[in-house]
């Protein structure tokens, strides 16, 4: 989660930057390369879309999942209005590529979930701030 409390190093990499850039590149290891970083919003409001679309798949009986399962359901939920925080969502969506609604959206969120729990790291790996104010040029410490 990005701490909006403590205001980033001038040029340093955001976690909600990160996490984005994360996610395209997670995406495009699925096979999804038509996002961008512009195309993915804050964590929340995606977060917000698989719920909802997650939630109501879930609670399909096992009968109806099979039977519409092969079936694109992306103008569907579209058309609901259920990817209005994500519009890209559709996109990546559109003619289940992996073959199955479900696969389909659970490699999205798998993508997604990594990218968060990476997000962290490769931002503070990213923290290029002013580079007199690193540290390392700083000299000895006592002198």
């Known amino acids: 989660m990005v701490d909006y409390a403590v205001e980033p190093k001038r040029g340093a990499m955001t976690e909600e930057e990160a996490f984005k850039q994360l996610a395209v590149e997670s995406l495009a290891g699925f096979g999804f390369t038509t996002i961008t970083v512009d195309d993915i919003p804050d964590i929340f409001a995606i977060g917000t879309v698989i719920q909802r679309i ?34 890209a969502l559709y996109t ?15 490699d999205i969120r798998l993508s997604l979930t990594n990218a968060r729990d990476r997000a962290p790291d490769y931002a503070a790996q990213h923290a290029v701030g002013r580079l007199e104010d690193d540290p390392v040029l700083q000299g000895e410490q006592g002198t």
């Open 54 to 87: 997650a939630t109501w798949w879930n609670g399909l009986d096992d009968f109806t999942r099979g039977l519409i399962g092969d079936t694109d359901l992306s103008d569907a939920l579209w058309n609901a209005g259920w990817m209005y925080e994500w519009p």
């Open 92 to 106: 990546l969506m559109s003619g289940n590529p992996l073959g199955h609604f479900a696969s389909t959206l659970d």
